[in-house]
């Protein structure tokens, strides 16, 4: 859900605001002023920092997951061999 950042051209007052089509205009919870100017969307932000952490946390992921994988082929390898030694 977008909520944008909004400040009050009347009393500089910064506030977030969620918009949903059914939303009205936002108005200033301070002084009830409609003539706010959208800022930077916040979610845009914080959803960057997420997907970058995400990735972060998948590359961790694949890292570990690589590495037990690597670790099961070892032990299959061996255990083929050793089946071979006989
Ligand atoms: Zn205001």
Do not use: W
């Not at 919870?29 to 970058?52: A, H, N, W, Y």
């Not at 961790?60 to 690597?70: I, T």
């Amino acid at each position: 859900m977008p909520i944008f950042e909004y400040r009050c051209a009347a009393c500089d007052e910064e506030f977030e605001y969620l918009v949903l089509k059914s939303s009205a205009a936002p108005v200033c919870p301070t002084c009830g002023s409609v003539r706010v100017e959208k800022l930077m969307s916040i979610p845009t932000v914080s959803s960057d920092q997420t997907r970058g952490r995400a990735k972060r946390d998948i590359r961790a992921r694949n890292r570990a997951l690589r590495k037990d994988h690597a670790h099961e082929e070892v032990k299959r390898i061996e255990t083929h061999a050793k089946d071979h030694e006989d």
